[in-house]
């Protein structure tokens, strides 16, 4: 404690999700005095281990796989001696109420299409062209586009220098990503409805947008893609203890550098006077004096309820009031006493049970329940995305018994503000009964049930809109536009307040990226205001 009776740090993280645990610790390593400020009673934001049901259970309440975590940051907070560990997930097994089923293999493939068997190889590797170069883009900063600052004229050149590998053909490629639909994007290379409909999937989830919504290419591509930027491929994976054991790994982690965790500590705002951050207020009124800020909270929370309009220019606050952070995800976890068993594939089988069971039957299955949400009604019949992570972890289940993550959508966007609580209800039965035809006595294996909506996720997780991306992967929210139009790279218009949430370019999905960008950029400024000091 300061003399003045005020705490004072280097640096004050706010929000303690894994982005802002990973910028936290990375700068806690650099020698920094750290403090993060975390609202919930526990780390993690929407990377959490929940127990609904009592000690025998754990579930992974939200987000249900890392992934893309480059190893970077995995190896610099050293993770893995913090108890870090993932089971590499298996492919994808699409059953089917006919009988039959999909797994995206030449021999399963070829039963629905023979062109599509070739068609799939070629996708495969295009992709990875694709990822070579797009992978690294993640962890990169995005340039301010059109300035004609002399520091930004080099970023736009270094990034086109870095896209010249990609050729006129592949520029091409990604300017369609970026501005076409995942229908129209496997219509091009596949025949079949059943592969269109289980590819579909990685372009809408988690977004308010169907298959035909523009932008829904690229979504896919960011679930796609492997190298993180340092040679090695980020892994999509259930982590042991679910995930929040890799928030709790992360604490761990920071901890251990030295850094500062504060749970149950709302911020009410960042201190502000002229044009810099000063430090911040918590919810108890206790002030925290810092010369840097990191927000990793939803940037309406970060802008508009910590700063304040008033201490922002109009155009960067229009275009956070702007934002778009719409979603109709509805996350069903069950507990049972055993694990499904599909008609069309029966007894276990660890590259189905231990995968992504994906229920999506043909693209029009998948843009149906979108269009029943856009009418204002919960999809009748939703698709999911689902997980048994107990496969792997026998840690989350009592002997015999399982646990079952099921990523649904959609529901009306509104539900974020005034859920139809009987509606939700009767969606969640309907994901249960469509799991129920294809694996048959899986309504009656359920013994406990949680569901969590949008309204949920935006009050009790953060997540303004129920959007798990703190804002939608859409065309005018991509790359350089994120969060707002030249303030993509981390900066803020305030003097030492930074950002590093999902809503970033990076963010989506757990990797951390958002924050390992925000401290290496915190790190770089402060090696450049010692160097001019020097100078002078």
């Known amino acids: 404690m300061s003399p003045s009776g005020r705490d004072r740090y280097d640096v004050v993280v706010v929000g303690g999700g894994h982005n802002g645990l990973v910028a936290a610790g990375l700068l806690a390593r650099s020698g920094a005095r750290v403090v993060v400020c975390e609202a919930r009673p526990v780390v993690g934001g929407a990377a959490v281990t929940e127990q609904p049901w009592g000690p025998d259970y754990r579930v992974t309440a939200l987000s249900y796989v890392v992934g893309l975590m ?61 990822a070579a170069v797009l992978g690294p883009l993640l962890t990169a900063r995005p340039p301010r586009l059109g300035s004609l600052h002399p520091g930004d004229l080099l ?41 269109k409909g289980v590819l579909s999937v990685s372009g809408v989830i988690g977004t308010w947008a169907g298959p035909r919504s523009p932008g829904t290419a690229y979504v896919m591509a960011h679930h796609k893609l492997g190298d993180t ?24 982690a920071a901890e251990s550098f030295g850094a500062e965790v504060r749970t ?26 810092a010369p840097v800020v990191i927000e990793a909270t939803h940037p309406r929370i970060a802008f508009l309820d910590h700063v304040g309009r008033e201490h922002l220019p109009d155009d960067f606050a229009d275009a956070i009031k702007r934002w778009k952070t719409r979603s109709g995800t509805v996350k069903v976890n069950v507990a049972v006493d055993r694990l499904p068993e599909f008609a069309s594939k029966p007894g276990f089988d660890p590259e ?56 649904t959508q959609w529901v009306p966007h509104t539900y974020a503000q005034q859920p139809d609580e009987t509606e ?8 249960i009964a469509r799991v129920d035809a294809v ?65 970033t370019h990076g963010g989506g999905g757990v990797t951390g990226i958002p924050g390992l960008n925000a401290a290496r950029l915190v790190r770089r400024d402060a090696r450049r205001r010692r160097w001019r000091r020097w100078r002078r």
């Open 70 to 130: 480059p190893p970077t940051i995995v190896d610099a907070l050293q993770l893995r001696r913090h108890g870090h560990r993932v089971y590499p997930r298996h492919g994808y097994f699409a059953p089917r109420r006919d009988g039959g089923y999909l797994q995206l293999t030449p021999e399963q493939i070829g039963r629905f299409s023979r062109r599509d068997v070739d068609a799939y190889a070629r996708w495969s590797e295009w992709l990875s062209g694709l």
């Open 155 to 195: 970023d736009q050149a270094a990034l086109g220098w870095r896209l010249r590998r990609l050729g006129v053909r592949g520029v091409a490629d990604v300017t369609r990503l970026f501005t076409m639909s995942i229908s129209d994007l496997l219509d091009e290379h596949f025949e079949s409805q059943a592969v």
């Open 424 to 431: 939700l209800a009767a969606y969640a039965e309907r994901v």
């Open 352 to 407: 189905v049970h231990g995968g992504t069971i994906v229920l999506a039957e043909s693209l029009d299955d998948v843009d149906g329940a979108f269009q029943d949400a856009v009418a204002g009604r919960p999809a009748i019949d939703p698709f999911a995305d689902i997980c048994i992570p107990s496969v792997f972890d026998r840690s989350l289940a009592p002997e015999g018994h399982h646990v079952v993550s099921m990523f």
């Open 439 to 503: 694996a048959p006595g899986f309504a009656s294996s359920v013994l406990h049930r949680q569901v969590i909506g949008p309204y949920e996720m935006e009050h009790e997780y953060g997540l303004v809109g129920g959007n798990i991306f703190h804002g939608e992967l859409s065309p005018n929210q991509l790359f350089h536009m994120r969060p707002a139009p030249g303030w993509a790279d981390g900066r803020t218009p305030v003097r030492g307040l930074y950002y590093a949430s999902s809503a």
């Open 229 to 252: 930027g340092d040679g090695r491929v980020g892994q999509w994976g259930f982590p042991e203890g679910g995930m929040g054991a890799v928030t709790r790994a992360l604490r761990a």
């Open 264 to 289: 149950g500590t709302p911020v009410a705002r960042v201190i502000v006077r002229g044009d810099a951050v000063r430090g911040v207020v918590t919810g108890a009124g206790d002030e925290i004096d």
